[in-house]
């Protein structure tokens, strides 16, 4: 038996400790940047860089969350056609909204799998259509993150810091191939032959093509909105195209560490990457803000949502009627 083969079924037998062991390390290295960087913060002067967000700015930044989540919403009618479910296209953007408020707040096994299990489980679907919804919306979201990300970063709007270990040319490098692998995604949608392919237990088969183009520009539009709503909270002259780079890496960061919300992971990155040009605590006071208008307000209206869903539920099986 060759070495490859030993690293080969080494890896089939311990493949889930491992990935548990990497997880586990990836997420003490970051635990321990967030505590390094927050022994250095003065959190009196992050709590004054809060109190002096100007409510104007706030004003101007709810109607772009709440375009926001409608967009996202849309993820969800696309998947519509794409299954050709019959469900109406207002029940599915609020199914999609409470979604979505739940992943951004407590992870994607949470919002993006057990609430649309859940509620378009009550809307009659099944758990075949359903994951086939979750699927396109999942792909949706990071096939436009993938188009977006890699134009920022060919153009040269991140400077990485030194003790990253990456320079600019292999952040370009990085985008080039997230543009490649959008664009192909776009050419099988166009031309692939075979259209299906058996994973496990689950066929996944690719969208035609006008859906491709419709996942990636709505993709595309949601990422942009939310950097437009940070570069508004956030003081000083930053371009946009920085703050919108910042938020697509601290976002990935944050899925790779599989920290719900990205909580802490977003707030270094910004730090880390702003703070040449900002002082932390405003970085850090903008982010807060920012979390709390686009994260724990939205979830509080969707908690509530969903809590009304299910007393309305409970009361009509409790008359046995169907749910409306």
Same mark, same amino acid.
């Given at each position: 038996m060759? =070495?490859v083969?030993?690293?080969r079924?080494?890896?089939?037998d311990?493949?889930r400790?491992l990935k $548990?062991v990497?997880?586990?390390?990836?997420v003490c290295?970051v635990?321990?940047?967030?505590v390094?960087? #927050?022994? +250095?913060?003065?959190?009196?002067?992050v709590?004054? %860089?809060?109190l %002096?967000?100007?409510?104007s700015?706030?004003?101007?930044?709810l109607?772009? &969350?709440i375009a926001?989540?409608?967009?996202?919403?849309?993820?969800?009618i696309?998947?519509?056609r794409y299954?050709g479910?019959?469900?109406?296209w207002?029940?599915?953007?609020?199914v999609?909204f409470i979604?979505?408020?739940?992943t951004?707040?407590?992870?994607?096994?949470?919002g /993006?799998? %057990?609430?649309?299990l859940?509620l378009y489980g009550?809307y #009659?679907? !099944?758990?075949g259509?359903i994951m $086939?919804?979750?699927g396109?919306?999942? +792909?949706t979201?990071?096939?436009g993150y993938?188009m977006?990300?890699g134009?920022?970063?060919?153009? /040269? =709007?991140?400077?990485?810091p030194?003790e990253? !270990?990456i320079?600019?040319?292999?952040?370009?490098v990085? /985008?080039s191939?997230?543009?490649?692998?959008?664009? =192909?995604y776009?050419?099988l949608? =166009?031309?692939a032959k075979?259209?299906?392919w058996?994973?496990?237990?689950h066929t996944?088969e690719l969208?035609?093509? $006008?859906?491709?183009?419709?996942q990636i %520009?709505?993709?595309m539009?949601?990422w942009?909105?939310?950097g437009?709503?940070v570069?508004l909270l956030?003081p000083?002259?930053i371009g946009?195209?920085?703050i919108?780079g +910042?938020l697509?890496?601290?976002s990935v960061?944050?899925?790779?560490?599989?920290?719900p919300? /990205?909580l802490?992971v977003t707030?270094y990155v910004?730090?880390?990457l702003?703070s040449?040009?900002?002082?932390?605590h405003?970085?850090l006071g903008?982010?807060?803000?920012?979390?709390?208008?686009y994260?724990?307000?939205p979830?509080? &209206?969707a908690? #509530?949502w969903?809590?009304?869903?299910e007393?309305k539920s409970?009361a009509?099986?409790?008359?046995?009627?169907g749910?409306a």
């Amino acid at each position: 038996m060759t =070495a490859v083969t030993h690293a080969r079924s080494f890896w089939q037998d311990h493949k889930r400790t491992l990935k $548990r062991v990497v997880t586990a390390a990836f997420v003490c290295l970051v635990i321990a940047l967030l505590v390094r960087v #927050g022994m +250095t913060i003065e959190w009196h002067e992050v709590l004054e %860089a809060i109190l %002096a967000t100007s409510p104007s700015v706030l004003w101007m930044t709810l109607p772009l &969350v709440i375009a926001s989540y409608a967009v996202y919403a849309c993820f969800d009618i696309l998947s519509k056609r794409y299954t050709g479910h019959d469900l109406p296209w207002w029940q599915c953007m609020k199914v999609a909204f409470i979604s979505y408020a739940f992943t951004m707040n407590f992870s994607a096994a949470v919002g /993006g799998l %057990a609430m649309r299990l859940r509620l378009y489980g009550k809307y #009659g679907l !099944g758990p075949g259509e359903i994951m $086939r919804v979750m699927g396109l919306s999942i +792909t949706t979201n990071w096939i436009g993150y993938c188009m977006l990300a890699g134009l920022i970063f060919v153009s /040269g =709007a991140i400077k990485p810091p030194e003790e990253w !270990g990456i320079g600019g040319g292999w952040l370009q490098v990085l /985008g080039s191939v997230l543009v490649m692998l959008a664009c =192909a995604y776009i050419a099988l949608s =166009a031309f692939a032959k075979q259209r299906s392919w058996k994973v496990r237990d689950h066929t996944i088969e690719l969208p035609e093509l $006008r859906i491709a183009l419709m996942q990636i %520009a709505l993709s595309m539009v949601n990422w942009s909105i939310m950097g437009l709503i940070v570069h508004l909270l956030m003081p000083g002259d930053i371009g946009y195209l920085t703050i919108l780079g +910042t938020l697509l890496i601290g976002s990935v960061v944050g899925a790779v560490a599989h920290i719900p919300g /990205g909580l802490g992971v977003t707030e270094y990155v910004f730090i880390t990457l702003l703070s040449p040009e900002l002082p932390r605590h405003q970085v850090l006071g903008a982010i807060l803000v920012y979390r709390a208008i686009y994260y724990i307000l939205p979830v509080i &209206v969707a908690a #509530g949502w969903y809590l009304l869903m299910e007393a309305k539920s409970t009361a009509q099986a409790s008359h046995g009627t169907g749910v409306a």
